[in-house]
C-alpha cells in the first residue's frame, strides 16, 4: 500500500525530530559522562538551539492541517492510527503554551536551581521561596494552557507530559489504598526484621574495575546489548542515548558495591525497554516507550522484581564472591538477601527501600497537587513535609534540607512527575506477577541465570508495543485488570513479611 | 557602539551555525571513540540531517543583502569587516553549487569510498575506475561551478575550500623548488645516514596505560588545557570538537610507543591552534582557524620543528625511560634522536618521514590539477603516479593498491586538500624560524621542558589572530616573507645533514 500523502509527511517531520532526539541524547550523555568543564557555556548553547530547533519542527502551522488529514487516512490501520494520536498529544503540548511562557519557564527554572542548591546547603527555605514562587507560577500557568487544549484539571495536564492519559483520579484510589497500608505495613516488617539475624557487612574495598565487569557479566545476562548501547560512569545514574545507542550509566562506590550493581541493573531495565521498542516504528512516536510509569515499572521490574528475589540471589551470590574474592558467612546467599532488603524508615527519598519508598512518592504527590490547585501555600509547604513524613514514614525530618528541600524536582519545574515511581513500582508488580502465571519456571529460570523467558516475555507484552496502547490499556490487556495495589501489596508481604 | 542592524543579524546567523558545528564536532568525535557498531545508521542519519539544517541556514536568500549592507555597517573595523569577508566567503562557497549536485556528489563518494576499499584490497584499479571517474566529474562540475562565482580557476576553486585564497599559481612556485630539490637531497639524507650508527630499537612492550600517562604528561607541558578538551581512543588519529571542547585522539601499538606520541604531539599542536583562537570571535567565520595549510603549519611546527628537535629529545629522554623503564644504549638521546629522524624512500605517504613527505604531496597535487584540468585521464592515473613516484622518490610502486589507490583522498571527494600538507610544513618551518630569532633562548627552554616562550608566541602571532588575516598576509606580517621554500630547505639540511 503507497503512503497516504498527509500522513507520509507527517512521518517524515517526525523523523527528522527522532534523528534531532538522536543527537540530543548523545550530546546530553557526552555531558554528563565526557565533556571537560570549560566547554559547558558552548554545549548549553547549542543543546538549547537543537530543542528550539526541534519546537519549531512541532509548532509549524502546517500540521493544525495535516493531522486531521492523516487522521481520516489512516483510521484503518492501527498502529499508524495510534502514530497519529501520539504525533497530535506532542502537537498540543507543544503549541498550547506560548513561545513567552515556554521561555520564562526555561529562566525560572535556571535560576531557581542555582537559588536550591545555596537554599539547601544552608538549610534556608526562605531563601528558595521567591524562586520556587515563581517555578510554581509559571507551571501553574503552563498546567492552565494545557488544561484548556487537553481538557484535563491542571495538575492532569502537567501529568499529561510525563504519564500521557494518566488523571489523578485514579492515582488517588490506588495511592489511597496503599497509603492506608504502608504505615502499619512498615512496622510489621521492622518488627519481623528485629527478629532475623543481622545482616553481616560485606568488607571491601571494591575495585571498580571489578564492579564493571560484574555489572557487565549482568547485563549481558540479561539481554543487554552492547553492540547497541553502552555502560560509562557519570555522577548520577541515568538511561540516556536513544534509538539502537542506549547509555545507561553508574557510579563506584568503592567501599559498596552493592548499590553501583543495583543500580546497573535498575539501569538495564530501562535500557531492555528502549532495545526492544519496535524497530519498524523506531523514528515514529507509536514506536516510542509509553510513559514514563511504564518506562520506571521496566527498571523496577528487573532491580525489584527480578533482581532482589531470592532465586537472583542464589544465581549472583557466587558471582559476586568470584568477583571480589568474598568468603565467609558474609557473602552466604542468605545474608546477601537479608542485605538486598533490609528495610528502614528513613529521610531521603533516594536512598529508601522498596517498602518506604511509596510513602515518600505519595507524600510528594499529594503536596505538588495542593499546591497547583491553591490549596496549599509554598510558605506552608515545610510544615506539610513534615507532617506528612510523620504520618506516612514515622519520622520527622530535623531540617528542611532533609525535608522538603532534598530533591531537585519542584525547583527543576519538573511538577507531575513524582507519582510515576510509584505507579511504575506498582505496574512491575503486577506486570512480573502475570510473567510468572505465564511462564511458571520464570523464577528457576532466573535462579540459573538465564533472563531470556522474562526478557522475552516483556519484548512481547511491552516493549515491542512501543506507545500503540495507552499504559491503562496495555496492562488491562496484558495481566487482565487495571492498576490494582492488592498486587504489590502481596508482593511487598510475601518478600518482607515471609522468608529469611 | 552599539551593533549595527545588518551585521547583529548576520553574527546572530553565524553564531546559531557554530552552536551546529560544535553538536557536529561532538557527534562525530562519539562516532569515532564511543559510538557502538549498531548505531551506525541511526547517528549517519541525524548528522546528515543537522548538516542539511547548518546549510539551510547558510544558503537563506536574506544573506545576498544582508551581507553587501553589513559591509558598508562595519568597514572601519578590522575584525568586523574581516568577520563579513568570511562570512561572504561561506555564502559562496554554499550557494554556488546547486542541490541537486551536492546531492550528486554525496551520493558518488559515499558509492566511490565502497569500491575502493574492495578495489584496494584486491589491487583492482579498473573496478573503481567508473566510481571514481564519477567523483572527479563531480568534482569538476563543483569546481567550475564554484569558480564562476569566486572568479579562479576550477582546481583553485576546490582547493579555496580547504585553503582559503589559496592559489596554484604561487604553489606551483615553491613546488617546483621543492621539486628539484628533494631527489638529490634525499639521496645525499640517506649517504649520510649510512655513515651514522644503526638505530638501536626499543624493546616493548609498552603497555598502553603507560604511554597514555607519558602523552598526557607532554600535552600539558605543551600547554594543552584539559578543562577544554580530552585525549581518547580512535582507530585514525584526529583533532576533532570544537569550541572549548577540543578533543583528540591517538591509537597506541604496544611494540612501538614512539609513533602513537608523535601522533599525539602531532594533533596537540592542532589542538593548540584550536584552544588559541580569539575567545572573543569564537562563534564567529572570523574567529575561527584559518585554512588547512596554516592548521597544519601548528601540528608540523609542534612535531616536526619542536619535538623532533635534539633539544626536545634531551627533555623527553629521561621522561620516556621513566615511563618505560628503559635501560640500556637505545634509551641514550642519541640514538633517541636517530630513531625520530630516520629517513628511508617508502611508498605510503601517511608512513614517509619529513624529507621524503613532501615529494609524496607534490605528485598528488600534479596529478590531480591535471585530472580536473582534463590534461591527464583517470585512466592513465595508474601509470603516471608510478613514473612520478619513481622520479620524486626514487621508488616505483608494485602494485596500484600501494601506489595511486593508497589515499582515500580522490574517492572521498577530497580534491584540492593534498598540497596544504606540504603548504603547512613550509610554513612550520619558516615560522619557527621566526619564533626562534625573536626568541633566542627558545630551544634552550624546550630542552628543559618549558614551552610556554613557544606557545605564548603562537598565540600572540597565530592563534590569536583567527581568520583576520589570509594566510600569505599573516606570514608576511610574522615573518617578513611570503611562504618561502629556502626556509624550509635550510630546516632539512640543518637537520638531516648536519650532526649525529
Known sequence: MSQPPSYARLEQRFARIANLDNALGILQWDQDTMMPEGAASARSDSLAMLKVMRHELLIDPALADLLPAAEQEVAADAWRAANVREMHRQYVHATAVPADLVEAVSKAVSESEMAWRKARRDDD?????????????????VGEAKAAALGTSTYDALLDSYEPDGRSARIDVVFADLAEFLPSFTAAVLEAQAHRPAVLPLAGPFAPEAQ??????????????????????????????????????????????????????????????????????????????????????????????????????????????EAFGG??????????????????????????????????VILRYRLERA???GDLLLSDLPGAFRDGMKQLIGIEPPTDALGCMQDIHWPAGLWGYFPTYTLGAMTAAQLFDTAKQQLPDLLEQIAVGNFAPL??????????????????????????????????????????????
Not at 527555605?125 to 500557568?141: D, I, K, S
Not at 535500557?271 to 521496566?298: C, D, F, I, N, T
Not at 527498571?299 to 527480578?306: N, Y
Open 125 to 141: 527555605f526562605a531563601a528558595l521561596l521567591p524562586y520556587l514562587g515563581e517555578v510554581l507560577r509559571l507551571q501553574r500557568a
Open 212 to 321: 564493571r565487569a560484574l555489572g557487565v557479566k549482568m547485563m549481558k545476562a540479561l539481554g543487554f546489548d552492547f553492540e547497541r548501547g553502552r555502560l560509562d560512569v557519570s555522577l548520577h545514574p541515568f538511561c540516556g542515548g536513544s534509538d539502537d545507542d542506549v547509555r545507561i550509566t553508574t557510579r563506584y562506590d568503592e567501599a559498596d558495591f552493592a548499590r553501583s550493581l543495583m543500580g546497573v541493573l535498575h539501569e538495564t531495565g530501562h535500557a531492555l525497554y528502549e532495545q526492544g521498542r519496535p524497530a519498524a516504528w523506531k523514528k515514529q512516536p507509536v514506536g516510542q516507550s509509553r510513559g514514563m510509569a511504564l518506562h520506571e515499572s521496566q527498571s523496577l521490574l528487573i532491580e525489584m522484581q527480578a533482581c532482589r528475589s531470592p532465586q537472583f540471589i542464589t544465581y549472583a551470590a557466587p558471582l559476586m564472591r
Open 327 to 360: 568468603t565467609g558467612p558474609a557473602w552466604d546467599a542468605e545474608n546477601l538477601a537479608r542485605l538486598y532488603k533490609r528495610v528502614q524508615r528513613s529521610l531521603i527519598r533516594v536512598d529508601a527501600d522498596e517498602v518506604t519508598y511509596p510513602a515518600h
Open 371 to 373: 499546591m497547583i490547585d
Open 455 to 500: 526478557v522475552g516475555w516483556l519484548r512481547t507484552n511491552v516493549h515491542g508495543k512501543g506507545s500503540l496502547l495507552s499504559t491503562d490499556d496495555l496492562l488491562l490487556e496484558v495481566t487482565g485488570k487495571p492498576l490494582d495495589a492488592e498486587v504489590f501489596k502481596r508482593h511487598l508481604r510475601g518478600r518482607y513479611l515471609d522468608g529469611v
